[in-house]
């Protein structure tokens, strides 16, 4: 589907959410920026707590939960966004369950967001680009396509939740990452540098950003071709009509 088939997005409130601290400035942090400057407001939703993220054999996995946690504050910050909601579960071992889903679901109904950001967890890997997506990132997309719909939709999923206050709230749409197919195009001209930035703040992944910041500006060139803007970021685009 061509993006013209669709309206522009002009989102008021964004909820990105994702498995592990920097999933989201890889995958969408030029659109954060984008709807920022648009006056939407930005929060991440990180399922995991990044603890296994390091090849130093020497790093202690609470210490990296701690670091992560500042990192991915850091580069929300370089965007211009308000909160970062953990979750804290293993790194590495994410699997789907009810709790999980909850645990979700408390997030929308508690920001209440117009569109919601996350990873297509239908993309499981790419022979071409020679990599295997991590299964921490198909389950974090999984749950928040479920918690979406229908579960944060229907007051009488969680009762739980709706006698704490947090009343049913519909999304209205979805953006999913996949970097093999998209429907949706996001220009991100303007707003390639400030990924970056975003990028550069997760020190304990990314120790040098030049290396990745020429194969990053490849992605969004290659992408903006297929939409006529200099660089963009791609999503499949899903808009609720129930």
């Known amino acids: 589907m061509d993006q013209n088939n669709f309206k522009e997005l002009k989102p008021k409130i964004i909820l990105g959410i994702a498995a592990h601290p920097d999933d989201l400035d890889f995958g969408s942090s030029g659109t954060v920026a984008n709807f920022i400057h648009q006056g939407a407001e930005a929060h991440y939703l990180i399922i995991t707590d990044g603890s296994k993220g390091s090849e130093d054999q020497d790093m202690d996995p609470q210490k990296l939960t701690k670091i992560r946690h500042q990192e991915q504050r850091n580069a929300l910050k370089v965007l211009g966004g308000q909160s970062v909601t953990y979750l804290d579960y293993p790194d590495g071992m994410l699997e789907m369950s009810l709790e999980l889903k909850k645990d979700v679901v408390r997030v929308i109904r508690t920001i209440k967001p117009d569109v919601v950001i996350s990873m297509d967890p239908s993309m499981i890997y790419s022979a071409q680009r020679g990599f295997i997506n991590h299964p921490d990132h198909r389950v974090a997309g999984q749950v928040a396509l479920d918690a979406v719909f229908p579960l944060a939709r229907d007051h009488l999923v969680f009762p739980e939740l709706y006698q704490e206050g947090l009343k049913p709230h519909k999304v209205k749409t979805v953006l999913l990452t996949n ?64």
């Open 179 to 242: 970097f093999e197919s998209s429907n949706y195009y996001v220009d991100i001209t303007k707003t390639f540098d400030q990924k970056i930035l975003a990028l550069k703040a997760h020190k304990s992944q990314i120790p040098d950003i030049e290396q990745p910041k020429i194969w990053l500006r490849q992605m969004a060139e290659i992408t903006g071709q297929k939409a006529g803007y200099r660089l963009a970021e791609g999503f499949i685009r899903i808009d609720l009509r129930i």
